[in-house]
């Protein structure tokens, strides 16, 4: 896809989700998307190829909750995989610092490159399991939003990210279509670890892509023994 042809279709999805998008935001995208198409050669970054489908199913869809992050200082997102949702919200929100987590090294060398390639600022990137890294004082109970895309179930992703938000900051759950069961079945954990659902919002995005937003408020402490050692959340959820 030429980049004038790719300008057009992402400024125009945008404005469908209320976002505007600059010309040299829509250059740092397309930057990016070349970058990923590039490394997915090399390795394993994203199953979607087609240049189209990255821009709806990655890019916008990345950027339908930046309405929810503007007044945070700090925004994190674990399990970022190939960046997703953190770098798109990061390039239109320059003066946020961005923290993103995943457990695989040669992820985060994927985005190292993008980083330095973008000349992106105020952007860390970081190779760790979450169960770990949550136990870190610089980063425990310190983070305004804490972000997540089709990471786990509900109740195994609110014990990676909860301990991360400090009271009163957010999670921000990025779901699928059909969510009654594991918001039923998330409520121990919710109670557990601190959290309150505070809204959830079902969106239809462009390209045909159904999406539930969950904010789920941070209302008190998580106990210091949450997360719990790797693997043991997903095998045994709250």
């Known amino acids: 896809m030429e980049y004038s042809e790719f300008e057009q279709e992402l400024t125009n999805n945008s404005k469908k989700i209320n976002e505007e998008i600059t010309g040299n935001q829509a250059k740092d995208f397309y930057k990016y998307m070349l970058l990923l198409l590039e490394w997915n050669q090399k390795m394993n970054l994203t199953a979607i ?58 992820r985060i060398n994927f985005l190292e490159e993008v980083k330095e390639q973008l000349k992106i600022e105020k952007l860390e990137l970081i190779h760790s399991r979450v169960e770990d890294l949550a136990k870190n004082k610089t980063y425990r109970e310190k983070i305004d939003v804490v972000v997540s895309r089709a990471v786990a179930n509900l ?6 990210m909860l301990p991360f938000v400090k009271k009163e900051g957010i999670c921000i759950c990025m779901k699928g279509p059909n969510i009654e069961e594991e918001l039923e079945k998330s409520k121990n954990a919710l109670e557990v670890l601190g959290g309150k659902i505070e809204s959830v919002e079902y969106i239809d995005l462009p390209g045909d892509l159904e999406r539930n937003i969950i904010i789920i408020k941070k209302v008190k402490e998580t106990p210091a023994k949450y997360p719990r050692k790797a693997g043991i959340p997903a095998k045994q959820p709250l």
Do not use: Q
């Not at 489908?53 to 992050?69: A, C, G, P, R, V």
């Not at 320059?94 to 457990?103: C, E, G, Q």
């Not at 109740?155 to 990676?160: A, T």
């Open 49 to 106: 190829t087609d240049e189209k489908e990255i821009m709806y199913k990655h890019f916008i869809d990345s950027i339908s909750i930046n309405k929810y992050i503007k007044n945070a200082n700090n925004i994190m997102d674990v399990g970022t995989g190939a960046g997703f949702p953190g770098i798109p919200l990061k390039l239109l929100n320059k003066d946020i610092n961005f923290i993103l987590v995943d457990s695989l090294n040669k």
């Open 155 to 160: 109740s195994v992703l609110l014990e990676y």
